[in-house]
């Protein structure tokens, strides 16, 4: 099974601060890596997938990149709605698939 | 819209089982696989089990095969999982999700509650 080691575990930033989560996985995923935001009681919104591609919705100052085994997750200036868990999940080619998830990165504000 | 309502949760002794629903509307729902994905308390979230567009494939996380049956009835728009052997460890917001058409889930429910207590 492929893991997905995720860093760090948790975050402390200021508004307008530049954040960046990793995600590395066992072996080679190409890009089929997407990260996720979820709110205390809320399920996870899907926020970049492929690797890189923005979801329809989701504010530019979010971004993602990488492809293989090493992925980045970027808020290019942190605002105070962004305060959240954040999520890195990959999938491995076999239909219907088998997924995991990151351990997740909770984000504060300093 | 796209809705997932989940339902069916609720507390249960180990070693019993419980059969989670999900309603889905807004999407044709045959035209995509569907899956299940659970949330401990305080803790990250776990793949649990998929199932094609037409039931004709199925994958379960590890820490399920055996216990769980995910199945689907594309008449009724309805997703459901099958849980039987229920441990303490199950305890989780169970969510439905639905695929983006690609390796991400676009479309989640609110999640149902299961808690595996004596």
């Known amino acids: 099974d492929i893991q997905m080691t995720q860093s760090p575990s948790s975050l402390s930033a200021s508004v307008g601060d530049r954040v960046t989560i990793t995600c590395q996985a066992s072996q080679d995923i190409s890009n089929y890596l997407n990260w996720y935001q979820q709110k205390p009681g809320k399920a996870p919104k899907l926020l970049i997938y492929d690797a890189s591609n923005l979801e329809t919705g989701v504010p530019s100052r979010f971004s993602g990149s990488g492809s293989g085994t090493d992925f980045t997750f970027t808020i290019s200036s942190l605002q105070p709605e962004d305060i959240a868990t954040y999520y890195c999940?990959?999938?491995?080619?076999?239909?219907?698939?088998?997924?995991?998830f990151g351990q997740g990165t909770k984000l504060e504000i300093k | 819209e796209v809705q997932l309502v989940e339902s069916g949760g609720g507390l249960v002794q180990p070693g019993r089982s419980l059969r989670l629903s999900c309603a889905a509307s807004g999407f044709t729902f045959d035209d995509y696989a569907m899956h299940w994905v659970r949330q401990a308390p305080g803790k990250g979230l776990e793949w649990v089990s998929g199932?094609?567009?037409?039931?004709?494939?199925?994958g379960y996380a590890d820490s399920v095969k055996g216990r769980f049956t995910i199945s689907r009835d594309n008449a009724k728009n309805s997703l459901y999982l099958q849980m039987n052997s229920l441990r303490a460890e199950d305890t989780a917001l169970y969510y439905c999700?639905?695929?983006?058409?690609?390796?991400?889930?676009?479309?989640w429910g609110q999640g149902t509650l299961v808690t595996v207590s004596s």
């Open positions: 199932i094609s567009w037409n039931s004709g494939s199925i």
């Open positions: 999700a639905k695929p983006c058409g690609g390796s991400c889930f676009d479309y």
């Open positions: 999940q990959q999938y491995d080619n076999l239909p219907p698939g088998m997924y995991t």
